[in-house]
């Protein structure tokens, strides 16, 4: 019987999830020959080999693709602090027609202490004092990026932290610190102009 070769993807996953709590994410298959994929089953298995999430596929296709099917699905991130890896595989076995490829893709999930810290990032140039709008942050695993004042916000558990902040066109900023309780921090950015002419040349 014809086989025909098959294509899962994970995306979406967050950065960190605290610990025990719901999270979404979505899996997408794909049939290299175009085959519907409605109905097909997608698991998520833990490290251990557990089921953990089971869903069956619809008719969606993810915009702009045409034949990537796809759905979304919920699980809970472990009790345990870490990184924690899972797998995702599609039951495509059907009683007509061609057969498909077994296919799995592993993706991790961090699962992190309950946040108790609000961190206020605001990046500012150095130069001029004026906000930089769509500066990355991050206190790791944490992210997010300043708006159009400039400021960012992330809720962090307690403990030592270290900031990194990096901005086009601007030389990354690092802090290091301690938060146990709401704070504020200054991320002031410098333009990384490069090199000049002269110190090319010399």
């Known amino acids: 019987m014809e086989s025909h070769a098959t294509r899962i993807v994970v995306w979406d996953v967050p950065a960190a999830v605290e610990c025990g709590a719901p999270l979404r994410l979505k899996v997408g298959v794909k049939c290299a020959a175009e085959c519907r994929a409605a109905g097909w089953r997608v698991t998520i298995r833990d490290a251990g080999g557990r089921s953990v999430a089971s869903l069956t596929i619809g ?10 099917s796809y759905t979304e699905i ?3 991130a472990p009790d345990a602090e870490g990184l924690h890896a899972f797998e995702a595989s ?35 140039d150095a130069a001029s004092r004026q906000p930089v709008r769509g500066a990355r942050v991050v206190v790791h695993p944490y992210r997010a990026v300043t708006d159009e004042h400039g400021a960012a916000e992330l809720r962090v558990a307690k403990g030592a932290y270290r900031l990194f902040v990096s901005g086009r066109d601007y030389l ?14 200054e991320a002031e ?14």
């Open 74 to 76: 919920e699980l809970r």
């Open 90 to 124: 599609v039951d495509a076995d059907a009683e007509e027609g061609p057969t498909h490829t077994a296919v799995s893709a592993r993706f991790h999930v961090r699962a992190v202490p309950a946040p108790e810290c609000l961190v206020k990032v605001v990046a500012v």
């Open 189 to 202: 950015l410098a333009a990384d102009k490069g090199p000049s002419d002269a110190e090319l040349w010399s």
């Open 172 to 185: 990354p900023f690092r802090a290091d610190g301690e938060v146990s309780a709401d704070v504020t921090i």
């Open 59 to 68: 008719d969606a296709t993810w915009p702009g693709t045409g034949a990537l």
